[in-house]
């Protein structure tokens, strides 16, 4: 009957030390893989993240550029990075694609940007300050937009192409991580309003 009793006791007394000692190791291992598996699940949800609003800003700037390019009554020029036309105000404007590695005069990052004619120009017209087709606030974390500009004629204005190995895609790339692509469509058209677009002079 003691003996019943002095177990009893025992038990209530606590963990053993080699049980505390086994409980420890348990929470320190479960700790290690928990503290590994964190920056596996941050990069995870960093390019989750990522994917996402590089395909927002794909879309958005689509929708904008042929918003833009749908009121051209007149295409003056065009290059794989750039395009000038009328639109159908009678406005000139200039839609530029800057590159990672140079930018045209008074633009200073990557992306779509628009020169818009000055309404006080001359005959001789001159542009204002070029402004982002899609806001700074639209293209998070360093993303940007690089595409070309493919053909002009009949009327249509193609942007990229679906030729097999053609560089000429519509992509959203980061600057951060080696202008890797995050987002890219092959190509879109236009059909403008007004006049065909016939360009005077191609580079």
């Known amino acids: 009957m003691r003996m019943n009793r002095n177990r009893r006791k025992r038990r209530k007394s606590g963990f053993t030390l080699s049980e505390t000692l086994i409980a420890i190791l348990i929470l320190l291992m ?6 590994g598996a964190i920056p596996t699940a941050s990069n995870v949800y960093i390019k989750t993240v990522d994917a996402a609003n590089a395909q927002l800003l794909l879309s958005t700037t689509i929708t904008k550029l042929r918003d833009e390019l749908s009121t051209a009554k007149r295409v003056v020029s065009y290059s794989a990075s750039s395009i000038e036309f009328y639109n159908e105000h009678g406005a000139r404007k200039i839609v530029v694609v800057a590159k990672a590695s140079s930018y045209p005069e008074g633009i200073n990052s990557p992306g779509v940007w628009v020169y818009p004619e000055n309404t006080d120009a001359t005959s001789d017209a001159t542009y204002g300050s070029p402004y982002r087709l899609v806001s700074q606030q639209a293209a998070t974390s360093d993303m940007y937009v690089s595409l070309e500009f493919t053909g002009v004629s ?23 991580t080696g202008n890797s692509v995050l987002a890219e469509q092959k190509k879109f058209s236009v059909r403008i309003t007004g006049e065909a677009a016939m360009p005077t002079t191609s580079s």
Do not use: F, L, M, P
Not at 30 to 35: G, L, M
Not at 154 to 176: F, L
């Open 30 to 35: 479960v700790s290690a893989i928990v503290a």
């Open 154 to 176: 009949g009327g249509v204005i193609t942007i990229g192409s679906d030729q097999e190995g053609s560089t000429a895609k519509i992509q959203v790339k980061k600057e951060n």
